[in-house]
């Protein structure tokens, strides 16, 4: 598991993400500060030499033009400067949740990079948003994606391989905002826990289909906390976000746990992580690891005064025994939900590849093709800016409807990928929770776990390591 | 708890404060837009008075008082685009202010709420729990059953999703794509006077004998119900005209066959409040420009301004205005479709004023794509767009220049200097030469520069170098002249017929037909059509003009009445006339077959 890491970055390399050439265009601050759709056009032209042959005007009055992208680009140095920060936080977190086990401390870092990563760089680049321009990157050669953008990316991959999900824990802004509103925690069913979870696959595959076509960042332009984070934003944005963060007074990280794309990449990872968050002290603590104090089998005692203390319904309870007859019916169960597992991935593919009609018009082409063939049939009133302007192109509207026409078939294609990852995780789902899972202590959840610590001060046995130490 | 309760209220305050600014923002301030939009249409309909220097004899105080009225109009609108502007940033500035109002607020709640809450904590309390087997049983049943409902209203959604039908863009439903070739642009009489307004036909099988009062001859006839001195235009099967009276405007289309009304397209004229209705004599009337049609669409032109296109089934397609043209006697330019392209020739009077142009709309559209100020002032004629030397141009005539411009971009390619009061006749394009009338006393001959000469000295001025040859004579005022590229016929409005050698200007001969003329002469094959005001159809024979059989002479071969008064030149398609007497749409044909 260890060299997992390495295997990511090999594979990265290979698939050409970072090429010599990448490198260099990657480290202009346009890529850098700009994870959205950028035109092959703006990468032959880098904006400094835009700047030169298009000099903006000066005025007289005193008023300064604004920048025209949002957060305005990073210097070269700036842009390292946050994936250092990024590093450090990250290396912070992990020494807070598995060797101090503080969640004040863990707090304090949330608010600093609610600060820093959220307010001040504006949540942009986000490692959330940024899965998306690793894939633009990966299905189409003629995109660079930036080098900082790619560390956002990795280093909390990296880290969670090793730490579990120490990124959510105190380093994501996103996450953090949701920390700090949650006030009166309402616990969801457990039953009702996985399935709000499949919205979160539903999106990671929707983003990604949209990333992979080049049609549109869907993960950025509905970040519901980024208009919070620039103090400005569409109004439908700012409600949306108003919303999330009303619901995560009451329930706790909401986006996270159900909505949150990179967080189910995250969840996979920490499942094989080498260390990971633990209620008592003791077995997995690396401090006692190193140090060769390994606890007995026996660390939890069983006394159930964790059980509720996690909001995000991470701590799983020892399971109860199955007799013979429940041990009949599961593995009939199973054995069912194996077979359909390859029919249900394929027949909710089908469903996906029937939605091109839908999600095609995400892309821009596609949207523009339909908009002039609506026009010329006379079935839309007057014309848009963008009819406008393909129009004053004199490009042929056959050219433009056979360009749309093949991006619809990307879209069949992709929406099979789409609905086959959807019925996968679906079914997968379904076995995992007809499988018998042994457990005899109150653990955290390696997946769920968003290693907050809220559950350390809950522990006797954390009591009496806190006491040993400052005795 | 008091404080994070004073937190929580003061931002519900806020909150609800910021939502009413968004909904004065989102609501009320288009409103006002919306009446500032009213405001400048009406001050773009409006004439643009100049006041009449008093030595010109004429009294100054209308065009005072209209000067006055425009200076209250923009003096108004500009009031309120300030009125608008300074509500907009009070609004944005209310919104910002609000939202770091709302940000401390919220954050004290949340301070205080968090803090509330950590000092009400209460200390775990495990219950026993005997269940644990059942308990956990239950709960990965419904665990399961809320996946498998998760996945059913995914399905559900997408099975909705997926019902939404999708836009063949390979169909060629609605109006199809591309332009009309040159192949059916030559079978067809898309525009006044036919392809590239040049009144020649391409058909040899035209009748020669029909006679509107015994029936003999006309395959149908049809009542238009508005008058308008327009020509009929015809695509395959389908013949369009329009029609006007000061209220109404409308576009129809007939059925070539039988002559049944396919459809009719009312065109609106926005509604200026204060606005005079437009008047106009009864010579020029409410319908005096001929529509075109690109074998799609068809689109037409009124004195109003009034620009609209419609489908081959009636759909309107778009519909525009262009503001009131000021035009002494009314505006009666037809319309040119090329390719993409619907190029008006929107001449005004006041030339110092620049408010002549010739315009292209995009005529899937109706917006602008380009427009050119035109050095001269109003006139009547149309414009055509013919090849020279493979160069596409359009040329039109005005007073006193004869213009021709590209009509990619609108780019003026050469210009003379040759023609000179009111310009009505439109210009033809024949025999490598172009000709352009004077009213009653000069007739031009100009050799036109194509595309080596555009590229090589830019625009110019030809005036000098591009007068092949120039004649006076007795020239009409009214019909366009044509010509089969080696004879040139002019019809005057009082019946003179006039034929000059194209290759030098040499008249060759003159008939008096005595009678007036108002329809331009056509030509069809080896004979010239010429439909006198009182209907009557000249049809004469086009000498072949060859030495050895001597100087070619006028030679009629039939005179066919119709019975009505014409003033519109007729259509010449493939078997069939289409002529558009005063009241009446005729189709004159000998075959019943179609």
Known sequence: ?471 | MATAMVGGAFSVIILTLIAVNHFQRAVLLPKREQKLEVLKLELRSRPNPVPTPAFAGASPAPAQAGVEGNEQLTSQIRQLDLRIRQLRIRRYDFARKGAYLLLASAVTFLIAAKCAAVFRRKLPAPQPQPDRHDRQFHDAKWARQAVTGGLVMLGGAALILALIPEIDLSASGGVPAGFASKEDVAKNWPRFRGPAGLGVSAYTNIPTNWNGKTGEGILWKTKVPLPGHNSPVVWDDRVFLSGADPNKREVYCFDALSGRTLWTGPVQSPTVPGAKPLELGEATGYAAPTVATDGRRVCAIFPTGDVACFDFAGKRLWATNLGTPDSAYGYTSSLEIYRNLLLIQYDQENVEEEKSKLIALDVSSGRIVWQTKRPVPGSWSSPIVVEVDGCPQVITCGNPWVIAYDPSDGTELWRAKCIAGDIVPSPIYAGGLVFAIEAYTKLVAIRPTGRPVRQAQGRGDITETGIAWSVEDSTPDICSPVSNGQLLYLLTTDGLLLCYQVSDGKKLWEKDLKTNFLASPSIVGDKLYLLSAEGVMFISQIGPFDKAQGRPEYKELARCELGEPCHASPAFVDGRIYIRSSTHLYCISNRRDG
């Open chain 1, 1 to 471: 598991m260890r060299r997992c890491p390495y295997i990511i970055v090999c594979v990265t390399v290979l698939l050409g993400l970072v090429s010599p050439a990448n490198v260099a265009r990657a480290s202009s601050p346009w890529f850098t500060a700009r994870p959205v759709l950028s035109t092959v056009e703006g990468m032959a032209v880098p904006p400094t030499e835009a700047n030169k042959r298009f000099p903006p005007p000066e005025f007289e009055s005193g008023y300064v033009q604004p920048s025209p992208t949002t957060p305005a680009p990073r210097q070269d140095i700036y842009q390292y400067i946050d994936a250092l920060v990024l590093l450090a936080a990250l290396g912070i977190s992990a020494y807070l949740v598995l060797k101090r086990r503080s969640r004040s401390a863990i707090f304090a870092l949330a608010v600093f990079s609610l600060l820093y990563f959220g307010f001040a760089r504006m949540g942009c680049v986000c490692s959330v948003g940024a899965i998306q321009n690793i894939v633009l990157s990966i299905f189409d050669r003629s995109y660079a994606v930036p080098i900082v953008v790619l560390a956002f990316f990795l280093l909390p991959l990296i880290f969670t391989l090793f730490f579990g999900r120490v990124f959510c824990a105190g380093v994501c802004p996103l996450g953090a905002i949701q920390d700090l509103v949650l006030v009166r925690p309402v616990r969801v069913p457990n039953w009702l826990e996985g399935a709000l979870r499949l919205f979160a696959y539903v999106y990671l595959g929707a983003a990604i289909l949209f990333a992979a076509t080049g049609s549109a960042f869907i993960i950025c332009r509905y970040d519901p906390f980024v208009s919070f984070f620039r103090l400005s934003g569409n109004w439908n944005i700012l409600t949306l976000g108003g919303s999330v963060l009303l619901v995560s007074v009451f329930v706790g990280r909401p986006y996270c746990r159900f909505v949150c794309p990179y967080g189910v990449i995250l969840r996979q990872l920490s499942r094989i992580s080498r260390w990971n968050v633990t209620i008592a002290p003791g077995r997995q603590d690396p401090a006692i690891v190193m140090t060769g104090l390994t606890g007995g089998p026996d660390e939890c005692i069983q006394c159930r005064l964790c059980e509720d203390s996690c909001p995000f319904g991470a701590i799983r309870e020892p399971t109860a025994d199955w007799t013979g007859r429940d041990y009949s019916i599961g593995k009939k169960r199973l054995a069912l939900l194996m077979v359909l597992l390859p029919v249900l991935a394929l027949s909710v593919g089908w469903a996906g590849s029937r939605l091109k009609n839908v999600t095609a018009r995400m892309h821009a082409t596609v949207r523009l093709a339909e908009r002039v063939y609506l026009e010329d049939a006379g079935k839309a009133e007057g014309t848009t800016n963008a009819s406008l302007a393909f129009r004053a192109t004199g490009k042929p509207t056959e050219q433009l409807y056979a360009e749309a026409s093949n991006i619809r078939a990307k879209f069949t294609l992709g929406g099979w990928f789409f609905g086959g990852f959807v019925g996968l995780i679906a079914g997968l789902k379904l076995i995992g929770l007809s499988r018998r899972v042994g457990r005899t202590d109150y653990e955290a959840d390696r997946a769920s776990c968003l290693a907050c610590g809220r559950c350390f001060e809950y522990c006797p046995k954390e009591h009496a390591r806190r006491k040993g130490i400052e005795n």
